[in-house]
């Protein structure tokens, strides 16, 4: 019961604050641009995570900051360690459910500023998401269905790495990528 109880805890949080310190924490160790809703509830099973609801993802430019993607639930799965203090609390992995991306030709300078720099050791997800090709109209060029993104840091290895599954123009494919970070000797 006690244990229950501490695993509790994070639901006494004031919401606003959780908003600010998860929007502050993704941003500086993911380096991604997140707008996270108010409509914030916190879970204990399957494992303690926090679920935001209709987050807005952007780019880094913070003078005028473009929509990449609508996320329908953003999961933020914490740490079990000392949950008693908000400022205590650690992110150990982030899932983007049921989000729609929307992607553009001038979007890829972004994209590649992102695969350049080390990801973080905690892994991202984008599960059950699309990625829709738009043109400058904002017209449908293609859409990309993407039952599983993921991405992360491999410390051990020195690599950033991708693994998706999805479609392909109706086609099923498998992606693995990386990203090798250690000097050439």
Same mark, same amino acid.
Do not use: C
């Given at each position: !019961?006690?244990?229950? !109880?501490?695993?509790?805890?994070?639901?006494?949080?004031?919401? +606003?604050?959780?908003?600010?310190?998860?929007?502050?924490?993704?941003?500086?160790?993911?380096?991604?641009?997140?707008?996270?809703?108010?409509?914030?509830?916190?879970?204990?099973?399957?494992?303690?995570?926090?679920?935001?609801?209709?987050?807005?993802? !952007?780019?880094?430019?913070?003078?005028?900051?473009?929509?990449?993607?609508?996320?329908?639930?953003?999961?933020?799965?914490?740490?079990?360690?000392?949950?008693?203090?908000?400022?205590?609390? &650690?992110?150990?992995? @982030?899932?983007?459910?049921?989000?729609?991306?929307? @992607?553009?030709?001038?979007?890829?300078?972004?994209?590649?500023?992102?695969?350049?720099?080390? !990801?973080?050791?905690?892994?991202?997800?984008?599960?059950?998401?699309?990625?829709?090709?738009?043109?400058?109209?904002?017209?449908? @060029?293609?859409?990309?269905?993407?039952? &599983?993104?993921?991405?992360?840091?491999?410390?051990?290895?020195?690599?950033?790495?991708?693994?998706?599954? +999805?479609?392909?123009?109706?086609?099923?494919?498998?992606?693995?990528?990386?990203?090798?970070?250690?000097?050439?000797?």
């Amino acid at each position: !019961f006690l244990y229950l !109880f501490y695993l509790s805890i994070p639901s006494l949080y004031d919401k +606003g604050f959780v908003q600010i310190k998860l929007n502050n924490m993704i941003n500086e160790e993911h380096n991604i641009n997140l707008s996270l809703s108010p409509d914030i509830n916190y879970n204990i099973l399957p494992q303690p995570h926090i679920i935001v609801k209709n987050v807005k993802f !952007f780019t880094n430019n913070l003078q005028a900051p473009k929509e990449l993607a609508q996320i329908k639930k953003l999961k933020i799965f914490i740490s079990q360690k000392n949950l008693f203090k908000m400022n205590n609390l &650690k992110i150990k992995k @982030i899932i983007f459910d049921e989000a729609n991306f929307s @992607i553009q030709r001038e979007d890829f300078d972004y994209f590649n500023k992102f695969l350049e720099k080390k !990801f973080s050791t905690k892994k991202i997800s984008v599960t059950n998401s699309n990625f829709f090709y738009t043109d400058s109209n904002k017209n449908v @060029i293609a859409i990309f269905p993407v039952l &599983k993104f993921d991405l992360l840091f491999d410390e051990k290895n020195m690599k950033n790495l991708i693994f998706s599954k +999805g479609d392909f123009f109706a086609i099923p494919y498998t992606l693995n990528w990386n990203k090798n970070f250690k000097k050439n000797l």
